[in-house]
Nanobody, 112 residues
Framework: VRLLESGGGLVQPGGSLRLSCAAS????????MSWYRQAPGKERELVAT????????NYADSVKGRFTISRDNAKSTVYLQMNSLKPEDTAVYYC??????WGQGTQVTVSS
């Protein structure tokens, strides 16, 4: 299993970014895909989950209405569209599947 995140960067408050996670090594369409984040000095937290077969999309309360998770099963890629970004969204964002496989992370910094 391999997960490769991209799309992070520096953005001003109120701006937008779209993260991508390209997956390989498993049947992507069958499995939940999740985005987590970890800010300096804090524990890693779940941001959003996209179901594989069945289930509902879920979001952390802190990102509801601002972030959208989506997936392209033909490309084995999951996305995280982040709008109205706040400084408190600054973190390393990780892609996860099966609860045990992680990407290397991509840094998101929200600052003026």
């Amino acid at each position: 299993v391999r997960l490769l995140e991209s799309g992070g960067g520096l953005v001003q408050p109120g701006g937008s970014l779209r993260l991508s996670c390209a997956a390989s090594g498993f049947t992507f369409s069958n499995y939940h895909m999740s985005w987590y984040r970890q800010a300096p000095g804090k524990e890693r937290e779940l941001v959003a989950t996209s179901p594989g077969v069945g289930g509902n999309t879920n979001y952390a309360d802190s990102v509801k209405g601002r972030f959208t998770i989506s997936r392209d099963n033909a490309k084995s890629t999951v996305y995280l569209q982040m709008n109205s970004l706040k400084p408190e969204d600054t973190a390393v964002y990780y892609c996860n599947t099966l609860g045990i496989y992680w990407g290397q992370g991509t840094q998101v910094t929200v600052s003026s």
